[in-house]
């Protein structure tokens, strides 16, 4: 089963915008990461945020959590061409012993037009 | 190598074959993981490994997955008696160590994309 659940599920903008995506899970977390998917492609570590922190900026990237409402959101500023991607949270159930037993959400997929 | 790699990246097969999916993490890295990918949809955990040994394998859907990791480096997903359900992209990830310490970033290969006609 999947805990985190992303929204929107696609997301058209233009470059220079941004775009803001959220996440919502179920259960209680260590941490939250988000990562990147381009088409056909790997996925791409974009940024951790443990569940005692409420906000962390990586680049162009902002990421909240909010752990009273089980919900996390990803901004990306400026966006670019290259953004496009789909992007997924994957959360670290709190008390795993499983590190990598990330459960994932089924992604948001944002194309950024010129 | 500088990254994940994976083999095949394209694997058509018959209904009812055996298949073999291999990975070799990057070079270090303790943990390794097998994730599935349907279309459309996030990674679904199958296996973790933490050097030789299967540290989870709540994930694998049936006894018909097996995954190996002999020497703590090389991984290979097996598939038995495939059906045209386990059609997905198979994905592994390696880390370098798995506590709440370290960074908890997973470095994915590009992934096995799995057809069964």
């Known amino acids: 089963s999947q805990q985190g659940e992303e929204d929107p599920q696609a997301l058209s903008i233009q470059e220079g915008e941004n775009a803001t995506m959220n996440c919502s899970y179920k259960t209680s977390i260590n941490n939250l990461q988000w990562y990147r998917q381009n088409s056909g492609r790997g996925l791409v570590h974009l940024i951790l945020?443990?569940?005692?922190?409420r906000e962390k900026h990586s680049g162009r990237l902002r990421v909240t959590l909010d752990t009273s409402k089980k919900s996390s959101s990803l901004l990306i500023t400026a966006s670019r061409a290259a953004d496009t991607a789909s992007y997924f949270c994957?959360?670290?159930?709190?008390?795993?012993?499983?590190?990598?037993?990330?459960?994932f959400g089924a992604g948001t997929q944002v194309v950024v037009t010129p | 190598g500088a990254g994940v790699s994976q083999t095949p990246s394209n694997k058509v097969t018959e209904k009812g074959k055996y298949v073999e999916l291999r990975c070799d993490p990057i070079?270090?890295?303790?943990?390794l993981y097998w994730y599935r990918q349907s279309l459309g949809q996030g990674p679904e955990f199958l296996i973790y490994?933490?050097?030789?040994?299967?540290?989870?394998d709540s994930g694998l859907p049936n006894d018909r997955f097996f995954a190996v990791r002999p020497e703590g480096s090389v991984s290979t997903l097996k598939i038995q008696r495939t059906e045209r359900g386990d059609s997905a992209v198979y994905l592994c990830?390696?880390?370098?160590?798995?506590?709440?310490?370290?960074?908890?970033?997973?470095?994915f290969g590009e992934g096995s994309r799995l057809t069964v006609l």
């Open positions: 945020i443990r569940s005692n922190e």
């Open positions: 490994f933490q050097g030789t040994g299967a540290a989870d």
């Open positions: 990830a390696s880390s370098l160590k798995t506590s709440a310490s370290n960074t908890g970033e997973l470095f």
């Open positions: 070079s270090g890295h303790t943990a």
């Open positions: 994957a959360t670290a159930p709190r008390g795993t012993d499983s590190w990598g037993k990330f459960q």
